[in-house]
């Protein structure tokens, strides 16, 4: 199946309907708020594929707890509504379920152009970004790969497409493989988005011919696409970030 123009298996797609839409579903709530509902027996960790599915981040002294459709409807009415994300449940028609899964994918995200640039311009990356056309197209097998991972991985970097790539490393990178300069139309440029206390908050590369790749975000439902540069920009554009260019060296 097509999703986001990008081949989908069918065990990827089974998977996330585990993540999206489980029998039972993570609610955030205050520890003394489950002890007086009597869920402190449901309480249970937090993988970052429902995390990711559910926007529970920041969750500070939160606990969660994982409830059935028919729990979940016994919750008061103020405990659902200050749920940060929306909670899905499957349709009896599997078909239906399937189609509500990538509606939620597509939802607000640009479909992956990584088969317009052609055989010839993946060849001419080879030398630079030996890994680019491997990675351009292709969904993560779980959450946690990111933006910083994606630009390190494209430039042969084993295996860093398969973690969350810290600050840390990605800046060492930078400052081993990379000089300042570039431009949006070779081979190689590494777009940097800081905010306003220099921290590195997103990183794209280009490939030529006015295309770039990156990864939106860190979930599951992320994958790492080429755009024309000008999308990449535009989909990077955050206030307070200033975007900077190195080249690949």
Same mark, same amino acid.
Request: charged letters at 30%; glycine letters at 10%; proline letters at 8%.
């Given at each position: 199946?097509?999703?986001?123009?990008?081949?989908? @298996?069918?065990?990827?797609? $089974?998977?996330?309907?585990?993540?999206?839409?489980?029998?039972?579903?993570?609610?955030?709530?205050?520890?003394?708020?489950?002890?007086?509902?009597?869920?402190?027996?449901?309480?249970?960790?937090?993988?970052?594929?429902?995390?990711?599915?559910?926007?529970?981040?920041?969750?500070?002294?939160?606990?969660?707890?994982?409830?059935?459709?028919?729990?979940?409807?016994?919750?008061?009415?103020?405990?659902?509504?200050?749920?940060?994300?929306?909670?899905?449940?499957?349709?009896?028609?599997?078909?239906? $379920?399937?189609?509500?899964?990538?509606?939620?994918?597509?939802?607000?995200?640009?479909?992956?152009?990584?088969?317009?640039?052609?055989?010839?311009?993946?060849?001419?990356?080879?030398?630079?970004?030996?890994?680019?056309?491997?990675?351009?197209?292709?969904?993560?097998?779980?959450?946690?790969?990111?933006?910083?991972?994606?630009?390190?991985?494209?430039?042969?970097?084993?295996?860093?497409?398969?973690?969350?790539?810290?600050?840390?490393?990605?800046?060492?990178?930078?400052?081993?493989?990379?000089?300042?300069?570039? @431009?949006?139309?070779?081979?190689?440029?590494?777009?940097?988005?800081?905010?306003?206390?220099?921290?590195?908050?997103?990183?794209?590369? $280009?490939?030529?011919?006015?295309?770039?790749?990156?990864?939106?975000?860190?979930?599951?439902?992320?994958? $790492?696409?080429?755009?024309?540069?000008?999308?990449?920009?535009?989909?990077?554009?955050?206030?307070?970030?200033?975007?900077?260019?190195?080249?690949?060296?």
């Amino acid at each position: 199946m097509l999703v986001l123009g990008i081949d989908v @298996s069918d065990d990827l797609l $089974t998977r996330w309907r585990d993540w999206l839409m489980p029998e039972r579903q993570p609610y955030a709530l205050a520890p003394g708020r489950a002890a007086e509902l009597g869920l402190t027996g449901h309480i249970a960790p937090l993988p970052m594929e429902h995390r990711d599915s559910f926007e529970l981040y920041a969750l500070g002294d939160d606990v969660v707890v994982w409830l059935t459709r028919a729990e979940a409807r016994a919750l008061p009415r103020d405990v659902r509504d200050a749920q940060p994300g929306a909670h899905r449940r499957p349709s009896r028609d599997d078909a239906e $379920t399937l189609r509500r899964i990538v509606a939620y994918v597509e939802s607000g995200r640009r479909p992956s152009r990584h088969r317009e640039p052609g055989a010839e311009a993946w060849r001419d990356l080879a030398g630079r970004l030996p890994r680019a056309e491997e990675l351009a197209g292709t969904f993560p097998d779980a959450s946690g790969p990111n933006c910083f991972g994606t630009v390190m991985a494209a430039a042969g970097v084993p295996g860093a497409e398969k973690v969350w790539m810290q600050r840390e490393p990605f800046e060492a990178w930078l400052a081993e493989r990379t000089v300042p300069g570039g @431009s949006d139309d070779e081979a190689g440029s590494v777009l940097v988005w800081r905010d306003d206390a220099g921290r590195v908050q997103h990183a794209a590369v $280009t490939l030529g011919g006015g295309w770039a790749m990156h990864k939106p975000s860190q979930g599951w439902m992320s994958p $790492t696409k080429v755009l024309t540069v000008r999308e990449v920009k535009a989909s990077a554009r955050t206030p307070g970030r200033h975007r900077r260019r190195h080249r690949i060296v």
